[in-house]
């Protein structure tokens, strides 16, 4: 989200907020508990929205000289029904094994916590142009509330599950701030990491269009991606949000 416009004209330290909406389509496969079946998902954001029992998004950047901290974090709390069949065997944990053959229909609360945090350094400190290196981590936690509801030939039955997992990714990126005039700018911001120390691979872009109202205010409008690729211990979650963002920004 933007940053104070001109470096020339910027005190020694900056600290800045953004709450923002993310209007994010949804796409992937996730398992919805460990060595369960994979579900593929795609929703538009009119679907995820319907879904949605609550989120919220904000951004914490700030600077020191040429030091520079960027935080963005991330709540989402989503309930979701899928029905998939005819299913190869599986295991529910501590309900044993379902025989091959059955249909499932799965309801989904989920709840996911993301916190990509970065620090850096400002290569680049130009009146008419910057660029922060970056490196930090991205903290994943998703738990899962499933509500399973089985047939195989004529017989039924349901069971509840709860499970919680997580992972750290380590990250490298860049930001980059373009001043057009004195209210108006051009921000961009991308990472990628994970590189099988967390998942497999995670990467995210945004790029924004921002105006300047004020000193203390300003507003953003652009575009942002979080891909994430993460298999591991039975667990499947390979995902990607995409989608327009809407930011407002104060300035301390």
């Known amino acids: 989200m933007p940053e104070e416009h001109g470096p020339a004209k910027s005190p020694n330290w900056a600290l800045q907020v953004t709450p923002y909406m993310w209007a994010a389509s949804l796409d992937g496969y996730i398992s919805p508990f460990r060595r369960g079946p994979t579900i593929g998902v795609e929703k538009s954001f009119p679907d995820v929205l319907e879904n949605l029992n609550i989120g919220g998004f904000i951004n914490i950047w700030g600077r020191y000289d040429r030091f520079v901290f960027s935080g963005d974090i991330m709540y989402v709390d989503t309930t979701d029904s899928h029905s998939t069949g005819s299913l190869p065997a599986f295991t529910i944990p501590g309900s044993g094994v379902i025989p091959p053959g059955g249909n499932i229909d799965a309801k989904v609360d989920t709840k996911q916590f ?24 991205r903290v994943w936690h998703v738990s899962n509330n499933v509500k399973l509801t089985g047939s195989l030939g004529g017989m039924s039955g349901s069971v509840s599950y709860d499970e919680s997992f997580g992972w750290v990714d380590p990250l490298v990126g860049l930001r980059a701030f373009l001043p057009l005039t004195e209210q108006l700018s051009l921000q961009g911001q991308a990472d990628i990491g994970g590189f099988g120390a967390g998942s497999d691979l995670t990467w995210s872009a945004m790029a924004t269009v921002n105006y300047v109202f004020s000193d203390r205010l300003s507003a953003s409008v ?30 301390f």
């Open 114 to 137: 993301t916190a990509t945090l970065m620090g850096g350094y400002r290569v680049i400190d130009r009146p008419q142009f910057t660029l922060d290196a970056l490196g930090g981590a």
């Open 222 to 251: 652009g575009y942002k991606v979080l891909d994430v690729d993460y298999k591991h211990n039975g667990h499947v979650y390979d995902t990607r949000l995409s989608g327009p963002v809407l930011g407002v920004t104060y300035r």
